[in-house]
């Protein structure tokens, strides 16, 4: 009996304890902060598993937090915002940093969200946002730091170093480093797309058109029954009912020009290979082109060298490559060198060599000679062309070296650097696209090597003695346009849209990196910054010194330059050495992918070797179908410029974004103008037309 009362009255006075402890915390204010979490609009990302969140700051940190809300895992619904409030007894103080983990709601349940951002505003009416931008697929919890850049050097406090040290160990893990073939940059080691974290995959969107886009021209293929046609063309007419559909505005101006000796010359200004001509100071030695050759209205060919109207396209990194072998023909492949002069604004070839080593057997074709001589000259010229612009121009300085910048960035660089904050936009989709050319364009069985002369062992050769020729200068339009001595051609547009667009792309990329190097130590002593420049020289150059590369950074104005450099490189060049492929391919005899037939040795070549000579029915319809699929944008289309998903949060980034976007705009604005008055337009450098990255 008293055991029970006194067992009664200690639960009585434990019960009252209890009481008052609850009371007195009842009474501690709470301090509250709001939590704003955007999830992205895109296709599954959402969802309905339990997700869970800890504030950090320079204070202290809160408990973690179940996100809860009364319509339950809908709040975190794709496109939706929702609000939520995590309360603390203290203030946290500066917040840097936020962990979520994602639980399953249901057993054996668990799906992939993809929150773009989350707000925080604290107690005291300062608002943080955390950038996110990525898919959290598992139960682990995953570290974010605030929007507002910040160099190694610049850490707060320990945990925000650690959060920083791990998030680079855990990249360097998804994103390494391999040799896809000596001689070539390193890439992205993955044997396919679903080797990659889901953030850098395509969306479902772009999955889905990419893929049926490739799907319905491999239909359209196997039902006219072309496919697997391996006979030569009879009639070129019959060409242009490959894709009866698929026609643009320019197509059907190429189709109508194709033998023109000014649309040939105008394609080396304006077309898809826009860098190869060079001003000719004095002719090589292997090509004797005389002035009994050559008619002028005035003066010699020495004197119109002097007066720098004379131009080179010189072909050799093609010379002695071995060529493809299709559908057991032996294919051909010259080295040509292609003279051209400007006489009074007007910009026309005048003489072509086929090979590199002057004979007998080795003629220069002129205008002068008969129409089909001069014709078979121009197109073994065109084919070359196409060779050199796929494997060099388009691949190698575009692709590849995207890729280079890409690893190097997601390897190097954590989200909360500016360097990562100003690129990532601008690597969109790249790895992925890239994975895929090496899966289906230049395997062992792609289209590519399948289909074009320089496939197979020629591909590799051509591209390693690219690389090894490539220089610094060549990649910044200002000192390539300088160094091949151009920038006088008139009705440039390449030259004129690329010159302008490097110029606002500087002045925000100055702008930018400005705010956050005040000095050149700053840029010195960042070591994530030289660790991404050590890597491009190193995996993406070889380390070839040879090619001016920088290896480090010792000055703000070396890092602003590259930086341009690489923006330039994944936007702007990329589409204006890709966005055409369509419109001057489609017609096969202005860019024949490969020839069946030798060269001419003589002049008085007969009318029927040139059908004979262009690539057969298949080798033709694989070639355009490959080239409709990489010309087509997807409708997730990112313009440059465009930042859907804010990475700066800091006030002046933001400001200098805008005033990137307006001057973007109007030069479009301007780009369009001028090309209402052109009988050719040239929009492949419209801003509005391409996008921030390497994305097809």
Same mark, same amino acid.
């Given at each position: 009996m008293y055991k029970r009362d006194e067992s009664g009255e200690s639960n009585q006075q434990t019960s009252s304890i209890s009481s008052a402890k609850i009371l007195q915390l009842s009474r501690v204010k709470m301090e509250n902060y709001e939590v704003t979490v955007y999830t992205t609009n895109c296709a599954f990302a959402a969802t309905f598993n339990n997700v869970y969140i800890k504030l950090v700051g320079t204070e202290?940190?809160?408990?973690?937090?179940?996100?809860?809300?009364?319509?339950?895992?809908?709040?975190?619904?794709?496109?939706?915002?929702?609000?939520?409030?995590?309360?603390?007894?203290?203030?946290?103080?500066?917040? $840097?940093?936020?962990?979520?983990d994602k639980q399953d709601f249901l057993p054996f349940f668990q799906d992939s969200w993809y929150p773009s951002k989350v707000e925080v505003r604290s107690p005291e009416g300062d608002t943080y946002c955390f950038p996110v931008h990525r898919w959290i697929t598992d139960r682990e919890v995953n570290r974010f730091r605030e929007g507002k850049a910040v160099k190694t050097f610049e850490e707060p406090n320990t945990l925000a170093r650690y959060a920083r040290e791990q998030e680079l160990i855990g990249r360097k893990k998804d994103y390494c480093w391999e040799e896809w073939e000596?001689?070539?940059?390193?890439?992205?080691?993955?044997?396919?797309?679903?080797?990659?974290?889901?953030?850098?995959r395509f969306s479902y969107t772009k999955d889905t058109e990419f893929f049926w886009t490739a799907a319905i021209g491999q239909v359209e293929l196997h039902l006219k029954g072309l496919e697997k046609r391996h006979e030569p063309w009879t009639d070129i007419d019959a060409v242009d009912r490959v894709f009866t559909y698929r026609t643009t505005d320019m197509?059907?101006?190429?189709?109508?020009?194709?033998?023109?000796?000014?649309?040939?010359?105008?394609?080396?200004?304006?077309?898809?290979?826009?860098?190869?001509?060079?001003?000719?100071?004095?002719?090589?030695?292997? $090509?004797?082109?005389?002035?009994?050759?050559?008619? $002028?209205?005035?003066?010699?060919?020495?004197?119109?060298m002097e007066r720098g109207n004379i131009f080179l396209c010189d072909y050799k990194r093609l010379d002695g490559v071995k060529p493809n072998t299709i559908n057991g023909k032996k294919q051909y492949l010259m080295a040509p060198l292609v003279l051209f002069h400007?006489?009074?604004?007007?910009?026309?070839?005048?003489?072509?060599?086929?090979?590199?080593?002057?004979?007998?057997?080795?003629?220069? $074709?002129?205008?002068?000679?008969?129409?089909?001589d001069w014709l078979m000259a121009k197109i073994f010229v065109r084919s070359a062309d196409f060779q050199e612009h796929q494997l060099n121009v388009h691949l190698l300085r575009t692709h590849l070296l995207a890729e280079v910048f890409a690893v190097s960035l997601?390897?190097?660089?954590?989200?909360?650097?500016?360097?990562?904050?100003?690129?990532?936009?601008?690597?969109?989709?790249?790895?992925?696209?890239?994975?895929?050319?090496?899966?289906?364009?230049?395997?062992?069985?792609?289209?590519?090597?399948?289909?074009?002369?320089?496939?197979?062992?020629?591909?590799?050769?051509?591209?390693?003695?690219?690389?090894?020729?490539?220089?610094?200068?060549?990649?910044?339009i200002p000192d390539d346009i300088e160094e091949r001595g151009v920038?006088?051609?008139?009705?440039?547009?390449?030259?004129?849209?690329?010159?302008?667009?490097?110029?606002?792309?500087?002045r925000f990329v100055e702008g930018v990196l400005s705010y956050y190097y005040k000095t050149d130590d700053l840029v010195v002593n960042d070591t994530e910054l030289q660790d991404w420049i050590r890597d491009i020289f190193e995996h993406g150059f070889l380390s070839q010194e040879q090619t001016g590369i920088p290896q480090k950074f010792s000055t703000v104005a070396e890092l602003i330059k590259f930086v341009t450099m690489v923006i330039f490189t994944c936007s702007c060049q990329h589409s204006a050495v890709n966005s055409g492929q369509y419109d001057y391919g489609a017609w096969m005899p202005n860019t024949p992918t490969s020839l069946q037939c030798p060269p001419p040795t003589t002049k008085g070549t007969k009318d029927h070797i040139m059908m004979q000579t262009l690539p057969n029915i298949s080798t033709t319809v694989k070639g355009m179908s490959t080239m409709w699929?990489?010309?087509?944008?997807?409708?997730?289309?990112?313009p440059l410029g465009r930042y859907p998903e804010q990475y700066f949060s800091e006030g002046f980034p933001r400001k200098l974004i805008k005033r990137f976007q307006r001057e973007l705009h109007k030069l479009s604005v301007s780009i369009k103008a001028r090309n209402d008055n052109l009988k050719l337009p040239y929009t492949y450098l419209d801003p509005a037309n391409f996008e921030n990255s390497v994305a097809i």
């Open positions: 202290g940190e809160s408990n973690r937090s179940w996100l809860f809300s009364i319509i339950g895992s809908l709040a975190l619904f794709k496109g939706d915002v929702a609000h939520f409030t995590v309360s603390c007894p203290k203030s946290l103080g500066t917040l $840097f940093l936020i962990e979520l000596k001689g070539l940059p390193h890439c992205i080691k993955g044997k396919s797309p679903l080797c990659l974290p889901p953030e850098v197509s059907e101006y190429v189709q109508e020009q194709w033998q023109e000796d000014a649309f040939f010359a105008w394609q080396y200004l304006n077309g898809v290979n826009p860098i190869m001509i060079r001003c000719c100071e004095g002719l090589p030695e292997n $090509f004797p082109v005389t002035d009994d050759m050559v008619f $002028f209205c005035q003066g010699s060919l020495k004197r119109e400007n006489r009074g604004g007007k910009f026309m070839p005048i003489a072509i060599q086929l090979k590199q080593t002057p004979a007998e057997d080795n003629p220069i $074709f002129l205008p002068t000679d008969s129409a089909y997601l390897r190097n660089v954590p989200m909360v650097h500016p360097l990562y904050n100003l690129l990532v936009p601008h690597t969109r989709y790249t790895l992925q696209i890239n994975i895929l050319a090496r899966l289906g364009l230049i395997s062992e069985k792609g289209v590519f090597t399948q289909f074009a002369a320089s496939g197979g062992e020629a591909m590799f050769t051509i591209m390693k003695r690219s690389l090894s020729s490539m220089t610094y200068k060549s990649l910044c920038g006088n051609i008139p009705n440039y547009y390449y030259k004129d849209d690329g010159l302008r667009l490097w110029d606002i792309i500087f699929l990489l010309s087509k944008d997807s409708s997730d289309f990112v």
